[in-house]
């Protein structure tokens, strides 16, 4: 299953000028938490709620003054819209992220999230499960069918050969 099938597509974006406030703004007002920061056309990294608390609420930082820039986590890892999903668990887990920006044609289009994996992973386990009681049925019946097939062969093992004409019209002419 490729990348772009699981995806989230609709991702956000924020300037890298902005302040951590708007960031938060942003957060509430569209029910996500991450934004990819962009310089003019540009990804330079991604904000989570996770990097805020860390470093503003923690440290005591002023979100109106602070800017996502200064709080956004750079050196950002993507991957390929046409990519395997396996690949993108494999570069979050190696890199502990729990999202990850999708670019095709160089362009985000979308991004996946740890959620999007689960929920996969959930569909596999269903698919699998209906696969499994396919299987259990077919096999069932593809034994029924063989049985099927065997009692009609014994059956015609034992059925009487009939004589072919020339047998029988020997037979006769020796008994005259």
Request: with cysteine.
């Amino acid at each position: 299953m490729l990348v772009q099938e699981i995806m989230t597509k609709n991702v956000l974006d924020i300037n890298h000028d902005a302040t951590i406030l708007d960031a938060c703004k942003k957060f509430v007002e569209k029910k996500v938490g991450s934004l990819v920061v962009m310089d003019k056309d540009m990804i330079v990294g991604i904000i989570t709620e996770r990097d805020i608390i860390r470093e503003i609420i923690l440290v005591k930082g002023n979100p109106k003054k602070t800017k996502v820039m200064e709080v956004m986590s750079p050196n950002i890892k993507t991957i390929h819209a046409m990519a395997h999903i396996k690949k993108a668990a494999d570069i979050m887990k190696e890199h502990n992220i729990k999202k990850l920006p999708v670019v095709l044609n160089n362009e985000i289009v979308g991004i996946v999230t740890e959620t999007d994996l689960s929920r996969t992973i959930h569909a596999f386990s269903d698919a699998i499960d209906e696969l499994s009681e396919f299987y259990d049925e077919s096999r069932e019946n593809i034994e029924k069918i063989l049985d099927d097939w065997a009692n009609i062969l014994i059956g015609l093992r034992n059925y009487k050969k009939f004589p072919d004409k020339n047998e029988e019209l020997i037979t006769e002419k020796n008994i005259q």
